[in-house]
Structure formats: structure tokens, C-alpha cells
């Protein structure tokens, strides 16, 4: 069974960087899309990222623009989602996704995983 195992949550401070990995055992992500979603303390998941695997084609959610990147190595099979500048409002847990076609839509994702508890303090 595939599994998706995120890493590089923690603690940071607003305007400091956090890089998240996503990998996945079982499967490459060669014919995937791989995405972040966030879920904050009493609100919705919300969509964060999406990168085709296969061309680098990405999407964002207008408030991370310019601050995070979704990016891929093929070699490793790992994804990354780097973010900077972060801000207090970034706090919640992220998750990675993995599907067959770039939406925001997180129920067209058949694989997630666990989780990454990402905190900014002012």
C-alpha cells in the first residue's frame, strides 16, 4: 500500500522558513500530483499547493504567493513545499496529497498523509 510520510514541521518564528518533504513508499510520483493542504484549529482544510510531477507545473493559493514553493526531486521521489516569510496565520497541520490531476479539490486526492504540525509564534 502507498503511504505518503510528511516531514520538516516545528516551531518558527514569523518572518523565518520551514521546509516540508513529502515522500511516498510503494509508488513513485511520476504520473501524480503532488499537493499541501492545511487545516488549522477549528477551520476547513484548505488548499496550500500542487505540483504536476511530471512537468513542474504548479498552483498556489493567493496567500502564499511569494512566500511558499512547491517543488520536486525526481531522483529522490520527494516533494517540498519551502515556506518563507512565515506568518502566524500559517499555523496549523499540513498534510501531503497525492493524485491523478491538479485540483484544489482535496477529495480527488486518493492518497494523504499523516500530517506535520506547523507553528509560527509572533
Known amino acids: 500500500q502507498v503511504q505518503l510520510v510528511e516531514s520538516g514541521g516545528g516551531l518558527a518564528q514569523a518572518g523565518g522558513s520551514l521546509r516540508l518533504s513529502c515522500a511516498a513508499s510503494?509508488?513513485?510520483?511520476?504520473?501524480?500530483?503532488i499537493s499541501w493542504f492545511r487545516q488549522a484549529p477549528g477551520k476547513e482544510r484548505e488548499f496550500v499547493a500542487a505540483?504536476?510531477?511530471?512537468?513542474?507545473?504548479?498552483d498556489y493559493t493567493n496567500s502564499v504567493k511569494g512566500r511558499f514553493t512547491i517543488s520536486r526531486d525526481n531522483a529522490k521521489d520527494i516533494g517540498y513545499l519551502q515556506m518563507n516569510s512565515l506568518k502566524p496565520e500559517d499555523s496549523a497541520v499540513y498534510y501531503c496529497?497525492?493524485?491523478?490531476?491538479?485540483?484544489?479539490?482535496?477529495?480527488?486526492?486518493?492518497?494523504w498523509g499523516q500530517g506535520t504540525q506547523v507553528t509560527v509564534s509572533s
Open positions: 496529497a497525492a493524485g491523478p490531476v491538479l485540483t484544489r479539490d482535496g477529495s480527488l486526492y486518493d492518497r
Open positions: 505540483i504536476i510531477w511530471s512537468d513542474s507545473i504548479t
Open positions: 510503494g509508488r513513485t510520483f511520476d504520473r501524480d500530483v
